[in-house]
């Protein structure tokens, strides 16, 4: 019978594998977002570009407010906490479910949204909102 002699299984070396793990799977996260923005990019003007430019316009957004010193602090809290869900891995909703997976972020955003356009002035919020401002009073119930 051959025997074959393994090297010791250490801590560095499982370390060094979950990292190298990890590693990869975030470089697959980036690329796939990578992808999706280029893609994103690619659609014919209508809804469903609208819909894929919601999400990017209210991060932006959310960079925006949270800096403004005429944004209340309640406000500020729930633009921010919104934006942290959206980047959160954590859903209710799996991301990978075709049409429903990023339907809670849009639901959570949406309301953190409603609810500082209720306490932001209307200049400052339109100011800091990069799409179309239409899409934003839809939204926000200022019709």
Do not use: H, N, Q
Not at 10 to 21: E, F, K, N, P, Q
Not at 30 to 54: E, H, I, K
Not at 71 to 98: H, M, N, Q, Y
């Amino acid at each position: 019978m051959i025997r074959t002699s393994r090297p010791p299984i250490t801590v560095g070396r499982v370390v060094g594998d979950w990292l190298i793990g990890l590693g990869v799977a975030a470089a697959a996260v980036v690329a796939s977002w990578l992808l999706l923005f280029l893609l994103a990019r690619r659609l014919p003007p209508g809804p469903l570009r609208d819909l894929a430019a919601f999400i990017p316009d209210c991060l932006t957004t959310v960079r925006r407010l949270r800096r403004d010193p005429r944004v209340p602090r309640r406000a500020k809290v729930a633009i921010v906490l919104a934006g942290l869900w959206v980047a959160s891995p954590i859903d209710l909703i799996p991301e990978f479910i075709p049409v429903i997976g990023p339907l809670d972020d849009l639901v959570v955003v949406a309301l953190a949204l409603r609810y500082a356009g209720r306490r932001v002035p209307r200049d400052v919020l339109l100011a800091a909102w990069p799409g179309e401002p239409r899409r934003l009073e839809r939204l926000l119930g200022w019709d």
